[in-house]
């Protein structure tokens, strides 16, 4: 068994040398998606932060955290 250094680098070097078909177009349509959708995502999370501000986040992680205390006792 091989191991690999640089893990999905190595790996998109023997697609490209190999002589395997890849859909070059679908990874290419699912790349920009995925960064489209990833930019927008922040970018609509920042407006609304700038709206509503960081409070019902605060009151939600202490919420979270004192359910987890009770929960899983520490």
Sequence with gaps: ???HRGGGGLNGVE???G???VPWGEL?????ISAVSAYLCIFLFLRLLNR???TPFVIYRLLLALLL???FGF
């Design 28 to 32: 290419l349509a699912g790349t920009l």
């Design 1 to 3: 068994m091989r191991r």
């Design 69 to 71: 205390f009770v929960t």
């Design 52 to 54: 509503i501000g960081m």
């Design 19 to 21: 002589e395997a078909l």
């Design 15 to 17: 697609l490209i040398q």
